[in-house]
């Protein structure tokens, strides 16, 4: 089975790129998928050369003018970025015969967001509380998408790896986030659709209520914020449809139009310069981040609640990485299966795990899920993130693949 070693430019700045090269190599592990562009962050690094690192917004290579030129969103470009990192991670790559995916992280973007709030989404209310969210329906986004994949592309990357390609949640709209609103599931779901006049549009061209949905929203969303009890279970269609109404719901299923044709879009592009796409669906992060218990809905029955439609995607995708954050191997399997289910049987389909905290806690747990994910149909297994994890935990991919025959 193919794996590969996520990684950023920092984790190779820190310690060397045939240093971190050659030990992933002593892994058994033959590919790396190294950030080309990612989001803000502050991380703990426990063998980085600060330990604790902070990750501007932007990419870590010059933006090619001619295809951002006259473009009205450029990505912010990182610090030594005209230094060539990727360049030069992708030379000892090839020198080592190692295979080596470009990761993006597309419409998750702070900094474009607060610099031209218009091209973000925009809540029942007209708001525009949603800075890191670039709303997938509007051109300008767009066109931004497809450039951005287009460059990456042409690092001469084996595959673009694409995150955050859909609408995003309303728990990841900025930063920092506060609330002593007791907001339900159901209740963010609403607060977090994109009701801006591309949305909105798009939704009327296929007949659905769009300013219906809106002022539906509103009242509810509007009645819990005033004090209203706030509405308890998952996200279903069923429950969404009792709670919200049936305009709500086709304006939430008619999502799924953008952002199908966003990513037909991005990976036509991607392929036209000699890649290929990966489609990395952020359900599964979202439901297992925190802790490792995703709740009950499996995320490819999950994934319409960002505006992704897995089977229209199965036609126009070739590659799939399905965040598989959990600590139970059988979850780890029902995931996978139903994406398999859903994208078909002749797609890619890539398992990230996690070999640590708080999915995993040994060798043995990490070969467990690895089996599970392989009889459940995954064709890959990558090991999320290399600067992030204490060399005792990275250890643990060389034991579990070997027991992984």
């Given at each position: 089975m193919d794996a590969s070693v996520y990684l950023h430019v920092e984790d190779v700045r820190d310690e060397g790129a045939g240093r971190v090269l050659d030990r992933v190599g002593g892994y058994g592990v033959r590919e790396i998928t190294v950030a080309a562009a990612y989001h803000?962050?502050?991380?703990?690094?426990?063998?980085?050369?600060?330990?604790?690192?902070?990750?501007?917004?932007?990419?870590?290579?010059?933006?090619?003018?001619?295809l951002f030129k006259g473009l009205r969103l450029t990505p912010p470009v990182r610090e030594g970025a005209a230094g060539g990192p990727l360049a030069v991670l992708r030379e000892a790559t090839l020198d080592r015969g190692?295979?080596?995916?470009?990761?993006?992280?597309?419409?998750?973007?702070?900094?474009?967001?607060?610099?031209?709030?218009?091209?973000?989404?925009?809540?029942?209310?007209?708001?525009?509380?949603?800075?890191?969210?670039?709303?997938?329906?509007?051109?300008?986004?767009?066109l931004y998408a497809v450039a951005l994949a287009r460059s990456v592309a042409r690092?001469?990357?084996?595959?673009?790896?694409?995150?955050?390609?859909?609408?995003?949640a309303f728990e990841q709209g900025h930063g920092h986030e506060r609330s002593f609103v007791p907001l339900g599931p159901m209740d963010e779901f609403l607060f977090g659709l994109c009701f801006c006049a591309w949305c909105m549009r798009r939704a009327a061209d296929l007949g659905v209520k769009a300013e219906v949905a809106r002022e539906e929203c509103a009242r509810i969303v509007g009645g819990v914020l005033d004090g209203d009890p706030p509405a308890q279970g998952e996200?279903?269609?069923?429950?969404?449809?009792?709670?919200?109404?049936?305009?709500?719901?086709?304006?939430?299923?008619?999502?799924?139009?953008?952002?199908t044709s966003l990513v037909s879009e991005v990976s036509a592009a991607v392929a036209a310069e000699g890649s290929r796409l990966t489609f990395l669906d952020g359900t599964g992060h979202r439901k297992g981040h925190r802790d490792g218990l995703p709740p009950a809905g499996l995320a490819a029955h999950d994934a319409w609640q960002l505006g992704v439609d897995l089977v229209a995607l199965g036609d126009l995708v070739p590659s799939f990485g399905v965040f598989a954050y959990a600590r139970d191997p059988a979850r780890v399997a029902d995931d996978i299966g139903a994406y398999r289910r859903s994208v078909g049987a002749d797609r890619d389909l890539r398992a990230v795990l996690r070999p640590g905290l708080p999915d995993t806690d040994s060798a043995d747990r990490l070969a467990d899920k690895i089996r599970a994910a392989r009889a459940a149909g995954a064709t890959a297994t990558d090991f999320t993130t290399y600067g992030l994890l204490p060399y005792s935990v990275l250890a643990r991919i060389p034991k579990a693949l070997g027991h992984t025959p």
């Open positions: 803000a962050a502050r991380d703990v690094t426990p063998h980085g050369g600060s330990r604790v690192t902070l990750r501007a917004e932007g990419v870590h290579f010059v933006p090619p003018p001619d190692m295979a080596m995916h470009g990761w993006a992280v597309f419409l998750h973007n702070l900094t474009l967001g607060l610099a031209d709030p218009e091209v973000t989404m925009q809540d029942c209310f007209g708001g525009r509380g949603f800075p890191a969210s670039l709303c997938p329906a509007h051109p300008d986004v767009r690092l001469g990357v084996d595959s673009v790896v694409a995150e955050s390609l859909h609408f995003g996200v279903t269609r069923a429950a969404l449809t009792a709670y919200a109404g049936p305009d709500v719901v086709a304006y939430a299923r008619a999502r799924s139009e953008t952002v």
